[in-house]
């Protein structure tokens, strides 16, 4: 029985997800590295001690991601849209909107019943509404990144911003902290901001429920409660595997159906 | 005739004194402090101290700018768009777009044979075509940014910047350096980059020659050939200082209401 593998390369963390049949069965995140070749071996490498498993024992492996070109070890490249809709239908089946915030872009991809992406928008243009915001923020607030999103459940009148520009937006905060306004006020005003940009591209492809937040904001409590509230209903939680994943998942996927001899979808 | 013209901008302060509404007789330009008030009176101040002139000369103050209502002494405030406009007909008045590029924002003014403002654009809410976006990037090259103009024409191989936002350009920026990759290369390469974005600002009111570049970041010779090549038109410099264009439309705005009276 061989393996099937997804490798994603984002910009700032990697990762490999191995699947035997329809089942997770190693798991790597590594922070990228300064070239993706190096960033790909060394997730893979984690997701192989991680499962147990040997190189060789992987039958077909998908790469994705923004570094995926530069990938040596995979047999097919996919693009990371096609692999986030496949990642978030396998997490979530009944997802019809997928709301992916990576390092340095965000995308809302819309799909349709059967699974097949439909419609979606990106931006890789502006750092505000990417990860990339929230990590500018996190730094000049002192505070862990993973901490940011906890924030806002203490604050009591959040700040708010003039305009949506990150350099703008890190003077504000600037000022705000010299000024005495509590780190929670300032914490939820980052991640409101934040949701209200991601809102935008929801509505450009017309999110629909299911919605379903993948990448490394969708762990940020703050973020998703007020991205929830401009929506007007609930997103999706994802329980079967890390939200980070998405991407690799979709990757690995893609090499299942592959392995299978594309006989059924693997759900 | 004494009149001035204080414009307060995000981080300079200038302050232009007029004689009889047709010769610049002093002025001056200092970095803003926390209080916008005492910033436009010290920047009259210097600026009174080289024209020779005495406070009680002055007839009349037209405050413009960002901040032009924390200016105290102001007879009058007038848009900053409205004192451009005014202050490059005058300097030049076969001037129809005036483009200016502060610390804080961009903004495209197009102007009839009568000076008078015919469209204008502004953006002050991405940091990416204003003076910040070359602040950032003299920081991560670690150059001095009065210094950048200069190393720009020392470029000799093309470097294009993919990423117009200041966030990201600064990201590409260091992996530039990290690749081995020219100081004056990088650059000339974000020049382009600050160029086209600015231009594309500029186009949507319709750029008519003469072109004129107005504002801190005129004082970068390099953005001159950058912006003429990203709008297709050349580019040229007001015969004074780019910075005081705006005070300068304060102080004749000021001489039009001493006139009036």
Known sequence: MKFAAGCDVGSLTSKAIIMDGNRIVGTGIVKSKAKPELSAEAAMNAALSNGGITMEQIGYCVGTGYGREKIPFVDETKSEIACHAKGARWLAPSVKTVIDIGGQDCKAIKLDNNGNVENFVTNDKCASGTGRFLEVMADVLDVDINELGNLSARARSPITFASTCTVWAQADVIKYINSGVPIEDIGAGINNAMAKRVAILASAVRAEKEVVMTGGVAKNRGVVSTLEKILGYRIRKIRRADPQLAGAIGAAVFSLEKLNGYQKEAV | ?261
């Open chain 2, 1 to 261: 005739m004494i009149t001035a013209g204080c414009d307060i901008g995000s981080l300079t302060a200038k302050a232009v004194i007029l004689r009889d509404g047709e010769e610049i007789i002093g002025y001056d330009i200092i970095r803003v402090k926390t209080n916008p008030g005492a910033s436009a009176r010290e920047a009259l101040e210097r600026a009174s101290e080289k024209a020779g002139v005495s406070n009680t000369e002055i007839e009349a103050i037209v405050g413009t700018g960002y901040g032009k209502d924390s200016v105290p002494f102001a007879s009058q405030t007038v848009s900053e768009i409205s004192c451009h406009a005014r202050g490059a007909w005058w300097s030049l008045p076969s001037v129809r777009t005036i483009i200016d590029i502060g610390g804080q924002d961009s903004k495209a003014i197009r102007i009839d044979e009568n000076g008078n403002v015919a469209r204008y654009i502004y953006n002050d809410k991405c940091a990416a075509g204003t003076g910040r976006f070359l602040e950032v990037m003299a920081k991560a090259l670690d150059v001095d940014l009065a210094q950048m103009g200069e190393l720009a024409e020392k470029s000799t191989e093309t470097i294009r910047i993919s990423n117009q936002c200041v966030i990201f350009a600064e990201t590409e920026v260091v992996s530039l350096i990290n690749e081995g990759r020219e100081t004056c290369d990088i650059i000339r390469g974000l020049h382009h980059a600050m160029a086209n974005r600015v231009a594309s600002l500029a186009k949507s009111i319709e750029v008519h020659e003469e072109v004129v570049m107005t504002g801190g970041v005129a004082k970068n010779s390099g953005m001159f050939s950058a912006l003429s090549e990203g709008l297709g038109l050349p580019v040229r410099a007001l015969p004074i200082d780019p910075q005081i264009n705006g005070a300068l439309g304060a102080a004749l705005m000021a001489a039009d209401i001493v006139a009036k009276k």
